[in-house]
Structure formats: C-alpha cells, structure tokens
C-alpha cells in the first residue's frame, strides 16, 4: 500500500495568481499521476509526473499552464499557474502500485477556489 | 484517452443487492478497477480485474468480460455507509487509469 499526503489542503486564490501543490509518498513508487475533480464529476487525468523526466500530459493540458516537478521517487508537485475561476477544483495526486492486483491509491486532494 | 459508460445514479435499499455496470472501449486497455468516493472524499480502491471472471471481497464482488468490453460491481447486503459515488476506471497501456463518469449510489433504509 502507499500513503499520500498532500499540501495545501484547500486555498482561496486570486485570479492571475498561481498556487504550488506538494504530494508526498510515504514509499518510493514508480508512478505518480496528477487529476482534477470537479465537485460531483469524474476525475480528469492531468499529467503522468515522470522522474527525471518532463510530465506527459494528457489532451488538454499543458505544461506553461500545470508546471510538474517530479524530484525522485517518493516527492512531486504540480503548479497550476496564471489561475481563473474555471480552474477552481480539487486537485488529487495518487501512484500506481503493481503487485498481485494493480491498484491505485490517492490523496487526500487539494481544494482550490479561484476569485 | 477512453471512454467509460456507467449510469449516473442508482437507488437501493438497505439488505438489498445492487449492480453497478461499466463499458469501456478497448483499445489499451488491461484491467478495470472500482474505485468508491464518499462526499468530501478521495477515491479508494475497491477491486481490480486483470483477467475475466468473478473476484469477490466480502460484500463486494466485481466481473469483468473482455469479450463484451463489460464489467460489473455487485454490492451485497447493502448499508447505508454505502451510499457513496462508484468509479470503474481502466488501466490503459498497463500504467495510467481513466475514469468513467462515475454513479452515485443512494441507500435507503
């Protein structure tokens, strides 16, 4: 299993401004993913975070707008930068365990409101 | 990315046995996860199917059939505690998950 943790667990933002959202693992693990979650809807995928590596970025995002830092195996952050009300939503990090199932765990998500 | 079909909301009772259904398209894909979300929640990981067939966890049990691009969550013996948000997710190219648009479930005493 992993245990994640998250930072800052909600914010009120301004407009314009950008906000830096840390993700700790409590284990080095290979994978390490980035969604957005409107309240009441599915989870999006952002971004895969890629150690040692620039992210790889799902259709619709981009890297000048969801900045990701990948350091080592156990650390990561996604920036969503020059913020609007549209980005407003909970941010979740989770990783990607394999074993005798192939399962998925998350944090406890980041609330964000943009004025 | 994929695209998932799950229905939106489901109603059932308490003790009652409910059937939560999922398809997906195929290309990519290796497995189907169930995920469950309470309000204010983050989504935790219920089951996994790599191959077809049952896989049962207490109350729980999840079906996969990839010949009909198909997979189910049963839950048995409802309780209330169950009244959350469902997610069937597949793992695609074996190391990213999307999601279906998930169905949220009302218990009733």
């Known amino acids: 299993s992993a245990v994640i943790s998250q930072k800052p667990s909600r914010d009120i933002c301004q407009r314009g401004t950008s906000l830096t959202i840390q993700c700790q693992v409590d284990?080095?693990?290979?994978?390490m993913f980035w969604y957005r979650q409107q309240p009441g809807q599915s989870l999006t995928l952002i971004a895969t975070a890629n150690q040692g590596s620039e992210a790889t970025y799902e259709s619709g995002f981009v890297i000048d707008k969801f900045p990701i830092s990948r350091p080592n195996l156990t650390f990561s952050t996604l920036t969503v930068s020059n913020m609007s009300p549209e980005d407003s939503s909970i941010y979740l990090c989770?990783?990607?365990?394999?074993?005798?199932?192939?399962?998925?765990?998350f944090g406890p998500g980041t609330r964000l409101t943009v004025l | 990315g994929q695209s998932l079909e799950q229905p939106s909301e489901v109603t059932a009772v308490e003790g009652a046995i409910v059937q939560i259904n999922c398809t997906y398209q195929t290309s990519g894909f290796y497995g189907l996860s169930w995920y469950q979300q309470h309000d204010g929640g983050a989504p935790t990981f219920l089951s996994y199917?790599?191959?077809?067939g049952l896989e049962e966890t207490g109350r729980f049990s999840s079906f996969l059939s990839r010949s009909d691009s198909y997979g189910y969550l049963l839950l048995q013996e409802l309780q209330m505690k169950d009244s959350a948000s469902y997610f069937c997710a597949v793992l695609y190219n074996f190391n990213k998950f999307y999601f279906g648009s998930g169905t949220k479930l009302n218990v009733k005493p």
């Open positions: 284990s080095q693990v290979t994978m």
């Open positions: 989770s990783v990607h365990v394999r074993g005798l199932t192939d399962t998925q765990y």
């Open positions: 199917n790599g191959l077809d």
